[in-house]
């Protein structure tokens, strides 16, 4: 029995990344060049500014209510050390 040949499938070169022209940078990669992409930095960095704004604005509040409340409790100490 003589064995068919073998036909082998032509040999395609593998699928470069497209060459960058004046609108965008070779650094980047395929997914990131795509339209609509370009505010999503902008969307994080407003979340990270928002929320370390209220840590900072909580982390006031709490310093301003304990300041208070040792404020209190000395004017009430000092009043009691008055009146005997």
Known sequence: ???????????KPPALPPVADASHTSLMSPTGVEEGDGTDWAVVLAVALVAEIGLLWGAACIVLARRRVALSH??????????G
Do not use: G, I, K, W
């Open 1 to 11: 029995m003589p064995s068919a040949p073998v036909v082998l499938p032509p040999v």
């Open 74 to 83: 000395a004017e009430s100490r000092a009043e009691q050390d008055r009146t």
